[in-house]
């Protein structure tokens, strides 16, 4: 199958900061895939060159089989910083986003309603944008971004702002529109999300590609090096656990995390676990993309940026 995106060994800084070092990367059509990474891992800077907003210092970048330029109609692209026309009506800004993308003004009010509804928010088409809640303002952008019906979709981070019951609306149409054999690339530093609905998975680090693959892939990569338990007593210690590390974001959850040393057998642990303290369930995990990545910044930057990225990863 072609590729929707080509990068080969693109290279970009902004004076002294190398945001983007010799990255290769390439989203196969029809695919769903979460673009992940830390906060200043470049994520943008690579969607920016895609959306030919910023051009590459070096290396090459090909999108629906053409330069990025030429494609740019056939890409339907949510920006990070959010903005709508603030005194254009909903309907208007959108309408007025499609024909920029070429769409006939006959076609686009339908489509405009149809999709509102979808969105629930079926009332709001002559409000303006200034008066419509953050929530809802990025509602109408996404709707801004998908109105042409392009063939690539590019989110940056699209569920950034958005409270869980309308992350979950714009997760199910972003599944639907791959239902329909669009490929659809989102960026997101939000990981257990991008977990739910991706099947491919390409994660960055300081400007390098890291991990790319299906997600399953990538679990088995990694697996099973984790023990979830849920202890009877929530305050038992099981940090001396022999060839284990307690994983610490868990200590104040129901299921501690135990990540195995290498080489140790899973089945021992188990053991020694239940003799240790009761437990209402206890099973070995495939590992949450958080871990993955975490490993993955030890092995490159040392476990002091590892727990750095452990703590932001806590935080979102
Ligand atoms: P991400 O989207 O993964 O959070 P970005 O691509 O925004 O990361 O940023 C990557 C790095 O490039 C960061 O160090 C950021 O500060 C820097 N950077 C991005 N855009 C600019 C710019 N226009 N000017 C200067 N530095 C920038």
Redesign the pocket.
């Known amino acids: 199958m072609t590729a929707a995106i080509e990068i080969r060994n693109v290279s970009k800084s ?2 002294d ?1 190398k ?2 070092i010799d990255l290769d990367l390439e989203v196969p059509t029809g695919s769903l895939c979460g673009f992940l ?10 969607i920016r060159m895609l959306m030919s907003i910023i051009h590459a210092d070096s290396g090459s970048v090909q999108v629906l089989g053409t330069s990025a330029l030429k494609a740019k109609d056939r890409i339907g692209y949510l920006p ?1 910083e959010r903005g709508v026309y603030r005194k254009m009506k909903v309907g208007g800004f959108v309408e007025y986003i499609g024909k920029l993308k070429g769409v006939r003004s006959s076609i686009l009010r339908k489509r405009i309603d149809e999709w509102l509804e979808r969105v629930e928010l079926p009332e709001i088409r002559n409000r303006r944008c200034e008066e419509l809640s953050k929530g809802m303002q990025q509602k109408v952008q996404f709707l801004a971004a998908i109105i042409h019906e392009p063939e690539l979709i590019i989110l ?1 981070e699209p569920f950034s702002g958005l409270d869980p019951v309308n992350a979950r609306v714009i997760g199910g149409i972003i599944d639907e529109l791959h239902q329909q054999g669009r490929t659809i690339l989102f ?1 997101t ?1 939000v990981l257990p999300q991008a977990e739910q609905i991706c099947n491919r998975i390409i994660m ?1 680090d300081e ?1 390098k590609k890291v991990l790319d693959g299906t997600v399953n892939a990538i679990q088995a990569q990694f697996d099973p090096r984790i023990i979830s338990v849920e202890p009877v007593d929530k305050n038992c210690d099981l940090s001396k656990i022999a060839g284990t590390t307690l994983v610490e974001n868990t200590i104040k959850s129901n299921h501690l995390l135990l990540r195995l040393d290498d080489q140790i057998d899973a089945t021992e642990v188990l053991r020694k676990i239940v003799q240790t303290t009761p437990v209402r369930g206890i099973k070995i995990v495939k590992p949450t993309l958080d871990e993955v990545f975490i490993e993955q910044v030890a092995r490159r930057r040392g476990t002091k940026a590892a727990d750095q990225i452990r703590e932001e990863l806590s935080n979102v």
């Open positions: 902004f004076g900061t945001a983007v990474g830390p906060n200043g891992a470049g994520k943008s800077t690579t990070e940056d960026s530093h960055i400007g």
